[in-house]
């Protein structure tokens, strides 16, 4: 939830982690940005390259709509 708190429109891995304050990129990986991905609400702009330096992320559908309940 964290991760899709702070989400605006398209964001690198990089930003989002800024966002978050968090300095360790394995730790945000590992327990912040894959679960996100594993349940859908962030998707990759680039999904057929993940490794791409031009990768960003965006909350998909699932996760506007749970933005949006939680604000409601």
């Known amino acids: 939830m964290?991760?899709?708190k702070?989400?605006?429109n398209?964001?690198?891995r990089q930003e989002i982690q800024v966002a978050l304050d968090l300095l360790d990129?394995?730790?945000f990986r590992t327990n912040y940005l894959n679960p996100a991905l594993v349940i859908k609400v962030v998707e990759m702009t680039i999904p057929n390259k993940p490794n791409?330096?031009?990768?960003?992320y965006k909350r998909s559908v699932l996760g506007e709509k749970l933005?949006?309940?939680l604000k409601g």
């Open 52 to 56: 791409s330096k031009l990768q960003k």
């Open 10 to 12: 398209e964001m690198s």
């Open 6 to 8: 702070v989400l605006n």
């Open 2 to 4: 964290a991760v899709l």
């Open 67 to 69: 933005i949006t309940e």
């Open 25 to 27: 990129r394995k730790n």
